[in-house]
């Protein structure tokens, strides 16, 4: 907790992070803070001004930038509260970034282009087109190593101007910058010009967990990693879905993905054996139809399970030259396929009327139109209209 004074307020709009709609409030400028704004990879903090939330903190030149969602009276002093355990989770990760980062340089020359805090894991960027299985187990190892050994980290400050500033490592200054500069040192490991939050000694980091590397833009390499509380989340998380699974496929963690090979080679069989038994249905529906005494100009089917070879198979076995077809698969009460089949110029002319009432799209060709539908339950008023077409029809050609 911090105790200062609001210097300014005004009216202002935030747009979420995962978008939508702006949120109406105010942005605060406060004599000093403790809440750090997004820079430098790290997210900003979250925490309270008295009781009001601070919702996102920037960087304005010199400023912070507090958005809340109520007004604060400028003079007013107020008690700021930090958010800890966000706070703590991100100088985790950005103090474990900067010791990856270094480690990695010192035993394989790759360079770190710019990295990401996430909200699950944290991804490094390096400069290289490959890293292998064997290079992320040996530098996972030596980070753990330097954790274990609990090196101190320590900030200092230097003139922008000081010539030591050329020797710390640093992917270059903002341009608004003024000041001095702010460097972060992990002692005998890594000097680096950083405006992050970060722990004092690397012990507070707990343990580190490369999880792998994933192709980056050309010629680079994300490096992707958890630490301190991260770790031990992931694990709690694994463990929960390990159980579960134990339950569902009644044997051990270590049976597991057998298990699961076995389910997939019997659902494959299942669903071969379904597509088989589904087309047998559909020659035998096709054939029934024609075996009546006086087949009919319409035909209309819908079964709930089924897909577009179904629906074109009964097709194929009547025949659409003089018959028209109304064919639909899927649930009744929610959306499904559709298809239209017949004379060419009737199924040209109906097919688009029939997607529309069916609340969907689609397309034809050679007297098919089929596409999806949206509302299933339509299936009646499309039935409706094909039977006054039909009817028409024979009322212009009673002979036929």
């Known amino acids: 907790q911090f105790t200062t004074r609001v210097v300014s307020c005004r009216a202002a709009e935030l747009r979420p992070e995962g978008g939508g709609e702006p949120v109406s409030g105010f942005q605060v400028v406060l004599e000093d803070t403790i809440l750090f704004p997004e820079g430098g990879g790290q997210p900003d903090d979250r925490g309270l001004i008295g009781d009001v939330p601070v919702l996102r903190v920037t960087r304005r030149g010199p400023e912070a930038v507090h958005f809340v969602p109520a007004a604060l009276e400028p003079g007013a002093e107020v008690l700021l509260s930090l958010d800890w355990e966000r706070r703590f989770d991100h100088m985790q990760q950005h103090s474990g970034q900067h010791l990856i980062s270094a480690i990695a340089e010192q035993m394989f020359g790759f360079k770190t282009t710019s990295w990401e805090l996430g909200r699950q894991r944290s991804v490094i960027e390096l400069d290289t087109p490959l890293v292998t299985a064997e290079q992320v187990e040996a530098l996972e190892k030596s980070v753990n190593e330097k954790i274990r050994d609990r090196v101190p980290v320590t900030v200092r400050e230097l003139a922008a101007d000081d010539p030591e500033v050329e020797t710390v490592r640093t992917r270059g200054l903002p341009d608004d910058h003024v000041g001095p500069v702010r460097v972060v040192d992990i002692k005998g490991i890594d000097s680096n010009l950083c405006c992050g939050t970060h722990v004092s000694n690397l012990s507070d980091l707990q343990v580190i967990k490369l999880l792998g590397v994933e192709k980056g833009k050309k010629n680079k390499t994300n490096l992707v990693f958890l630490a301190g509380n991260r770790v031990l989340k992931s694990i709690e998380q694994s463990h929960s879905t390990e159980k579960a699974l134990t339950s569902l496929l009644k044997n051990g963690p270590g049976e597991h993905v057998e298990a699961v090979k076995r389910l997939q080679s019997s659902v494959k ?75 060419v110029e009737p199924v040209e002319n109906l097919g688009p009327r029939v997607a529309e009432l069916l609340g969907g799209k689609g397309a034809g060709k050679r007297g098919r139109f089929q596409g999806k539908a949206a509302k299933m339950s339509r299936r009646g008023e499309v039935q409706a209209l094909l039977q006054e077409f039909v009817s028409h029809q024979k009322n212009q050609n009673p002979g036929a």
Do not use: C
């Open 269 to 343: 069989l299942l669903q071969k054996n379904n597509l088989n038994l589904l087309r047998d249905i559909a020659v035998l529906i096709a054939r029934d139809f024609k075996n009546k005494p006086s087949p009919k100009q319409l035909f209309v089917l819908h079964r709930k399970e089924g897909d577009s070879e179904f629906m074109n198979i009964i097709a194929n076995e009547i025949g659409t030259e003089e018959t028209l077809l109304f064919l639909t698969v899927g649930d009744e009460k929610e959306a499904g396929l559709f298809l239209l089949a017949g004379p």
